[in-house]
């Protein structure tokens, strides 16, 4: 019996431009089981913020488009409308924002808003859904929880407003739960301590994550598999002990080498050459080839597809297929 809980299939995200129609998420496919984290990785523009856009049903139906399958438990989430939609954003799906500060309403405080989702989600009365905020808040560690209820957003540190982010997502017991980058805008020790705080959650509350960040370090301590975003496509997937430590895509490779991480006062990091593509024209054949030290020509006139090894490690590279 499988514990899958997400699986996605030949995700397309469109989005209508004055230039013509841009394919920001072309053919992704995601499989994820219950408990299990994903890490998404990629340089800013290679569509990992809006697959969870599209995952969460987020995308404005007038400038886009969204095709494919996106099934949460068996249920078709492109099918939902009304009411179940309503139920699937943030009752069975939730989000934590890249900046808590201006996702959370600034009018009202932090307990009114995350008791107004557990009242919308799970029915609760007034008081039932407030003690249930303040559980959460002592929950995600905030101090004199008690007090912070009553808080507005601006009147917390980064920190605690990322940890009432968290709080918030967590209000309806979510099956799945969309990280996007959720600890870019704190300092060293916090992120450490947010880190820490998700991965007891998940594992506590068994539920999946896909979690987007920068950080290769962020990815390495969190994730239990790991996916590799470029030009809108998934270039490389799998278990992120793997993938980090025996990268096969030559921009995985790069992404890994473009670090501080172990290196040397004064030695020059070895970065990816060039920018990333520009997703409203993409070159030819594969789109990392312009700045692929590996690419031929076989790179630049055809596109590679995602194939599985052996192993189950998946892989959009002529060149890693052929060393395999």
Request: glycine share 8%.
């Amino acid at each position: 019996m499988t514990d899958r809980i997400l699986n996605v299939r030949d995700l397309e995200v469109r989005f209508f431009t004055e230039e013509g129609s841009v394919a920001a998420v072309n053919k992704v496919d995601i499989q994820l089981d219950r408990g299990e984290v994903l890490g998404l990785i990629g340089e800013s523009g290679s569509g990992k913020s809006v697959t969870l856009r599209a995952l969460l049903r987020l995308l404005p139906a007038h400038s886009s488009s969204v095709s494919g399958t996106i099934e949460l438990d068996g249920k078709d989430v492109l099918k939902l409308s009304g009411a179940e939609l309503r139920k699937y954003r943030g009752g069975e799906t939730s989000m934590i924002f890249q900046e808590p500060a201006t996702a959370f309403d600034p009018v009202y405080t932090v307990g009114f808003q995350i008791s107004e989702a557990i009242r919308n989600h799970l029915s609760a009365s007034r008081s039932e859904a407030r003690a249930q905020a303040l559980k959460l808040l002592k929950l995600v560690g905030i101090p004199s929880p008690e007090a912070r209820l009553d808080n507005f957003p601006h009147e917390m540190s980064g920190g605690m407003c990322q940890r009432a982010m968290i709080a918030l997502a967590l209000a309806s017991s979510p099956k799945l739960l969309l990280a996007d980058e959720p600890t870019t805008a704190l300092d060293a020790t916090v992120q450490i301590q947010v880190i820490l705080l998700l991965r007891q959650l998940q594992r506590d509350l068994r539920m999946a994550v896909i979690f987007v960040t920068h950080d290769i370090g962020v990815a390495t301590e969190i994730s239990d598999q790991v996916a590799v975003m470029y030009g809108g496509r998934i270039v490389e997937n799998g278990k992120a002990r793997d993938v980090l430590k025996s990268p096969r895509h030559p921009y995985t490779e790069g992404l890994l080498s473009s670090t501080v991480h172990g290196a040397r006062k004064g030695e020059k990091i070895d970065a990816i050459p060039g920018m990333p593509p520009n997703l409203a024209d993409l070159p030819h054949g594969c789109a990392f080839a312009p700045r692929c030290r590996y690419a031929t020509d076989a790179c630049r006139e055809g596109v590679p597809p995602l194939e599985t090894g052996s192993d189950g490690r998946r892989v959009a590279c002529f060149h890693a297929i052929e060393a395999a």
